[in-house]
């Protein structure tokens, strides 16, 4: 095997194990389903149907894939447990495919990518990824420590930042959020850097106040460049399930959401949530996740890709 290959490989490992857990409630269970059973039926069929509810796949999205295993099991095309994964493995691939889209760097410099969510969420952590990605595609990052809330964020920003020679702006606890993004932004104009990375507050305590602070924050950075944050990207814990669509409305409505990135997908039992996201979007454009967290380490923020990720689900 090449070293392409391998690389190839190491993937696959790492998006199977990450999804052990969502795997286990629907790719598993295909085969206890039909236990002592020659033929799948109706019972089978409501089986994987609680199987997907249980992941997050959620009702809508459920009801809908269901469906049409529903119309292949009347056309007798459904006769074991293969062709019933390989059934299932078409319809949730074709539900997630609208999501899959490639993050670029556009042309503006800096380039300001926005990132936003809820406490506990993975904002910071995710930064720390994705400025280690563009780091290795050739872009040099400048951080700014936006949530000022939270004194850990600042501080977990500046170490990270220290430990990988990339630069911080930051300020103290309590500092106004858009000054120092706005600062970051003017540094990196002076330091010709590629891309600014900003954290924000996420608390949900006082929400009109938080979307309120967001808002804020796009003006400001405006005034750097009117066609700035370039990407505003709301990032999920995959733990949360139904409650992705809900904070996906709310931050779209007072900011405007530009992508998603997944976090913590390799701790959770309800990854379905992703074909929720998607289902929940077809009447309009679909905001795509542009990644998903796979692990702790800083290279495990992988592109999502809808082929790997039902491979894994349904992996044997």
């Known amino acids: 095997m090449g070293e392409k290959g391998e690389k190839n490989e190491g993937l696959r490992r790492r998006w199977n194990r990450s999804l052990e857990k969502t795997r286990r409630s629907i790719s598993s269970s295909i085969g206890n389903l039909i236990s002592g059973k020659k033929n799948i039926d109706a019972d089978v069929l409501l089986d994987l149907e609680r199987s997907l509810l249980t992941t997050d796949v959620g009702v809508s999205a459920t009801d809908a894939i269901i469906a049409t295993l529903e119309k292949r099991l009347s056309r007798k095309e459904l006769s074991d447990a293969e062709t019933l994964r390989q059934a299932l493995r078409v319809e949730?691939?074709?539900?997630?495919?609208?999501?899959?889209?490639?993050?670029?760097?556009?042309s503006a410099r800096p380039y300001v990518v926005l990132l936003i969510g809820v406490n506990g969420a993975g904002k910071t952590t995710t930064i720390a990824k994705l400025s280690k990605r563009l780091q290795v595609e050739g872009f040099s990052?400048?951080?700014?420590?936006?949530?000022t809330f939270r004194a850990a964020a600042a501080e977990q920003i500046e170490a990270w930042g220290a430990s990988n020679d990339v630069p911080v702006v930051s300020r103290g606890s309590g500092a106004?959020?858009?000054?120092?993004?706005?600062?970051?932004?003017?540094?990196?104009?002076?330091?010709?850097?590629?891309?600014?990375?900003?954290?924000?507050a996420g608390r949900l305590q006082a929400k009109k106040g938080l979307m309120d602070e967001l808002s804020k924050i796009k003006r400001v950075i405006a005034r750097t460049d009117e066609t700035a944050p370039h990407e505003c990207l709301l990032v999920i814990d995959a733990n949360v399930g139904q409650n992705a669509i809900s904070q996906l409305q709310e931050?779209?409505?007072?900011?405007?959401?530009?992508?998603?990135?997944?976090?913590?997908l390799d701790g959770s039992a309800r990854g379905g949530i992703l074909f929720s996201l998607a289902y929940a979007q077809t009447s309009q454009e679909c905001t795509p996740v542009y990644f998903v967290g796979l692990g702790e380490s800083a290279e495990d923020l992988e592109p999502f890709n809808p082929d790997a990720f039902v491979d894994a689900l349904l992996a044997s």
């Open 141 to 147: 990052t400048l951080l700014a420590a936006g949530d």
């Open 176 to 200: 106004d959020s858009a000054a120092v993004i706005y600062d970051a932004i003017e540094t990196a104009k002076r330091r010709g850097i590629d891309v600014v990375l900003a954290d924000t």
């Open 251 to 264: 931050f779209d409505e007072a900011v405007g959401v530009s992508g998603l990135v997944v976090a913590k």
């Open 92 to 106: 949730l691939t074709e539900l997630a495919r609208p999501l899959s889209k490639v993050f670029e760097i556009g």
